[in-house]
């Protein structure tokens, strides 16, 4: 360790970290500049990878040919599958609004 212990008190690289007895200084909790690159590079590619999983789920399949068990009484499967399918359309709409929005749209002033 390059830091030299006097009384309580960790010195070196600029720590300035008081401790008691045998305790490790707390760990450096700055923003590490790697997490928003690798936020950056994911970012699409989840995003794609959403679509093309709700685009899929579009494609349903399972459901043509059956007509029960009805659902509540009286909704087919099909009919309750695109339901609960729009429903996710809309909050995979609200999240590529809110994290692949374009920025510099909203920078433009209106003509």
Not at 45 to 53: G, R
Not at 90 to 104: D, E, I
Request: charged content about 20%; proline content about 9%.
């Amino acid at each position: 360790m390059n830091a030299e212990r006097r009384g309580s008190r960790v010195e070196g690289r600029g720590s300035g970290v008081e401790c008691r007895g045998n305790e490790a200084p707390p760990l450096d909790t700055r923003p590490s500049t790697l997490a928003p690159r690798i936020r950056q590079r994911l970012q699409p590619i989840l995003l794609t990878l959403l679509v093309i999983a709700v685009y899929l789920l579009h494609q349903d399949f399972w459901n043509w040919k059956r007509a029960t068990p009805l659902l509540l009484g009286f909704l087919p499967p099909g009919l309750a599958y695109h339901a609960a399918y729009s429903i996710l359309a809309a909050v995979t709409m609200a999240v590529l609004v809110k994290f692949a929005w374009p920025k510099h749209l909203e920078d433009a002033a209106p003509t």
